[in-house]
């Protein structure tokens, strides 16, 4: 319940303090003297996005706070809470446009303060029942008529969609990265093959680099022994050095006969001997790596180090270290598209199982619905019948859908009909007046655990008048014994029934709110009945509408003197 709300610069009003009782709250003035102002206040202390204009002219700042009696929120953190069942929220706003807001003193985000106030706090202006155009906002007050099974049902539908469409999506996600997978990796098998045939490792191109070059040095000195090894030994087209030595010694000995001549033939066999033990060092030095086998093992090089860099193009990496990164992450990537299939199958399953889920508690919501619908009609043509709409009649239409979305699979439209002519949407047959009858009646259908405890009307009678704003306020006064109403009127009928009363007064600039009682609240009623507060005839007639309202009437004269509402 709103306990206290006070108010500075906020349109006309310098300063206001309100305090506010239980039961239904008149707020009545002069059209113009700023009870729209008292509006904007609630509206802009209740969390609603507020505007500069606001602010009272000269001043630059408009603040808002309000006392609400309040056990328990959730979610709020413990230095929010409600003190003694007293909530305190405030807000400042400021003329470069920033915001201020509090709970219990400490500064809060405004979205906490929204959200602390919800379901707390609901104002209704005339043009309230604009939310009667919404079809959701339609199926939102069926289904809180029909109560928490339909609510938690409603509930488990939308976690079951929202858990299917999150399955669907991690679904595609995944047959989207398949795809990808299976095309950059078309021949991965045979290139991670290659990787590990070629034995590479983190420098293994600068490795091979350095061998090639060491093996080009090996393969010259190479070349040099083997034609030194030819030049003694000779090859196939020519006789070596050794050869010739050999045939030159054995013809020596019948050319000669001198011993001087045979001393100097035994040095040369001598030498000979020599020239031919370096040529067989020089014969087995060239066997243990002939050109040939240094060629072969550089041509096996030049290949590692070609297929490296093709695999390096193929990856796009600069590396081999970043080749083998890469090489690395496409096994995990098999390993994963391999796991996948698995994992595919068993969202499948899970899909084909939140699909029937769905579907059953749409049948379930579906069955309530029907029967809530049946029964919010029956109670809102009961209180239209007490509203003076005899001749209108109130249908609650359930357009099925083929496709169960998270509201379930079903539309609601609120129809009237009249003087039995066919039926429409509530919009385009009734006036204003009358559909802010049939959103009074709706709010008295509620269960009054939904209803907020204080409940703002803002001339939520505009475009009654006589027996029906009567009638409507009757229907006010009932609704107070379940919620806080406070309702900014022009209806002095209305006014009449009030357990409380303020009125709202402006001098020159400035704007008031004072509560009134007894004779004052006396000439008020005066006021809004012929104009004149000083009106005797206007006088006597607010007494005896004050009289009724306050049930002090017995009963015979009540009946006596109100509308007849048969």
Not at 181 to 187: A, I, S, V
Not at 240 to 267: H, M, N, Q, Y
Not at 322 to 351: I, M
Not at 361 to 380: F, G, H, T, V
Request: proline residues 2%.
């Amino acid at each position: 319940m709103l306990e206290e709300l006070h108010v500075r610069h906020v349109g006309g009003i310098a300063s206001a303090v309100l305090r506010f009782r239980s039961g239904l709250i008149a707020i009545t003035g002069e059209s113009g003297a700023g009870k729209s102002s008292l509006v904007r206040a609630l509206e802009f202390v209740s969390g609603k996005r507020a505007q500069t204009s606001m602010i009272r002219v000269g001043k630059e700042e408009a603040e808002v706070q309000a006392l609400l009696a309040m056990d328990r929120i959730e979610g709020l953190p413990e230095e929010c809470r409600p003190q003694e069942g007293t909530l305190v929220v405030r807000r400042v706003l400021s003329r470069s446009g920033r915001g201020k807001s509090y709970i219990q003193g400490n500064p809060v985000p405004l979205h906490l303060l929204a959200r602390s106030l919800e379901g707390t706090v609901e104002i209704q202006s005339q043009f309230a029942h604009l939310n009667l155009l919404d079809s959701g906002q339609q199926m939102e007050m069926l289904d809180v008529f029909g109560g928490q099974e339909i609510l938690e049902i409603r509930r488990e539908l939308g976690q079951t969609i929202a858990e299917a469409l999150d399955g669907e999506r991690e679904i595609a996600l995944i047959r989207q990265r398949r795809a990808e997978l299976e095309e950059r990796y078309e021949n991965l098998e045979e290139l991670t093959r290659q990787v590990g045939r070629l034995g590479i490792v983190p420098d293994a191109e600068e490795q091979w680099s350095r061998e090639l070059i060491s093996l080009g040095e090996k393969l010259k000195r190479a070349v040099r022994l083997q034609t030194a090894v030819e030049v003694l030994w000779g090859n196939a087209s020519d006789a070596g050095i050794l050869a010739k030595l050999e045939d030159l010694f054995r013809e020596l000995p019948e050319l000669t006969e001198e011993r001087e001549d045979l001393s100097v033939l035994a040095s040369g066999n001598e030498a000979l001997e020599r020239l031919q033990s370096l040529g067989v060092a020089l014969r087995n030095a060239l066997g243990e790596r002939p050109p040939e086998e240094l060629e072969h093992e550089a041509d096996v090089l030049e290949s590692r180090i070609g297929a490296l860099r093709k695999l390096k193009r193929q990856f796009r990496v600069a590396t081999a270290e970043e080749l083998l990164d890469r090489c690395a992450a496409a096994k995990g990537d098999l390993a994963w598209l391999e796991s996948s299939r698995e994992e595919l199958e068993q969202l499948r399953k899970k899909q084909e199982q939140l699909r029937r889920d769905a579907g059953r508690l749409a049948m379930q919501l579906r069955r309530l619905r029907s029967a809530a619908a049946s029964d919010l009609e029956k109670r809102i043509n009961a209180v239209l019948d007490e509203l003076a709409m005899e001749g209108m009649t109130f249908s609650v239409r359930l357009h099925f859908l083929d496709k169960v979305r998270s509201g379930g699979a079903e539309e609601v439209a609120f129809t009237l009909a009249v003087g039995g002519a066919e039926a429409g949407p509530v919009t385009k047959v009734a006036s204003g007046g009358e559909l802010s009858r049939l959103l009074l009646a709706l709010q008295l259908s509620l269960p009054q655990e939904r209803l907020p405890s204080a409940l703002v009307f803002d001339e939520v009678e505009a475009g009654l008048g006589g027996r029906a704003a009567l009638l409507a306020g009757y229907k006010l006064k009932d609704l107070s014994e379940k919620c806080q109403v406070l309702l900014i009127t022009h209806e002095a009928t209305i006014a009449a029934l009030a357990t409380q009363h303020f009125v709202v007064t402006r001098e020159g600039d400035q704007t008031f709110v004072n509560e009134v009682e007894d004779e004052i609240r006396v000439r008020e009623i005066a006021r809004m009945l012929s104009g004149d507060a000083d009106s005797p005839e206007a006088c006597a007639h607010a007494r005896r509408l004050l009289l009724e309202g306050n049930g002090a009437m017995n009963g015979a004269e009540a009946a006596a003197s109100r509308p007849n509402a048969q």
